[in-house]
């Protein structure tokens, strides 16, 4: 499960412009389904290439589970990861979009301020609705294969899919919690835009800064249990790759806020605790160690994946 559904640091152009009213749930759910018409086409396209690669017997999720070469059988499966990854990549363009808004905004960016915020509002929501169709046909999918009653098997795949802890096989013991959190946390950060003159500013803007926690967790469930990027290879470094610009943009945000209270200068010129300007200095320095170690993965190709196993035989392990 992936989601980083996020909302610009600062507060939307759109709340300070004369005549103009504040963005709402609705007025954006209404925005949004022009890009959710086209996530949901990029979700066709990636299940159409990984029913294929099931029926060329090309595809990694093979490998790991072998039983899945029936891929008439086990297309909510398939339909699931799908939206897995239409989802990643949503919550990859939310993020992109909300370091763009809330940092530096570059000249050659073709859209204006208001524009991007609306479009980072509604690659938000299209983020949370694609995290809950993955979750949901995952369910599905675990409804299916149970051989049990049907209430039972309802009952076994919300306590598997929802419910931390309740999924206790192999990798997903860990995987399924990350992603469960990732979900958890996603879906209130991401509509507290809309109830931020309630809470206030300065509350909104903390607890908003909590959603590339929530990408974090995204990628590393992906990472974790997408068979997809089970093995070393391109694919996997791919993912590695893409988390590049991420961290240069939030790099870039950190150094050039876009407030000036959030500026380092030198310890002494600090107007702030001693305390605080070491977290901020420290900050800047975990991202830079977190761009070097991207690209030390990205060269060396020792991305964190399985051996894959010899073209002759399968795997034995089990990835249910």
Known sequence: ??????????????????????????????????????????????????????????????????????????????????????????????????????????????????????????????TIALIAAHALLFAAELVRADTAGWFSALATAFVETFVPGGYDS??????????????????PLGLLFYVRHRIGPKTWRVLHRFVIAVYVLSVWHTLL????????????????????PIAALLLVRLLRPARRSEKLRGPRTHTGSPTGWVVRLSGRLAIVGVIAALIGVIISGADGGRTAPPADTSSSHVHD
């Open 1 to 126: 499960m992936t989601s980083s559904p996020a909302q610009p640091a600062s507060e939307p152009a759109e709340d300070h412009v004369a005549g103009k009213r504040r963005p709402t749930l609705r007025s954006d759910l209404r925005a949004s389904v022009p890009d959710g018409l086209i996530a949901l086409a990029v979700t066709g396209a990636v299940f159409a290439l990984l029913y294929a690669r099931i029926l060329a017997g090309t595809s990694s999720t093979v490998s790991v589970m072998p039983f899945m070469a029936d891929a008439e059988k086990f297309w909510v499966y398939f339909l699931s990861q799908a939206f897995g990854w239409s989802a990643l990549l949503w919550a990859w363009i939310t993020v992109v979009l909300g370091l763009l808004l809330s940092g530096p905004r570059p000249s050659w960016l073709p859209l204006s301020g208001q524009r991007l915020e609306r479009l980072h509002r509604t690659t938000s929501l299209n």
């Open 170 to 187: 192999g990798t997903g013991k860990i995987a399924i919690p990350i992603g469960q959190a990732a979900l958890y946390l996603a879906i």
């Open 225 to 244: 249990y997408g068979t997809n990027v089970w093995y070393d290879g391109w694919f996997r470094t791919t993912i590695w790759l893409l988390q590049l």
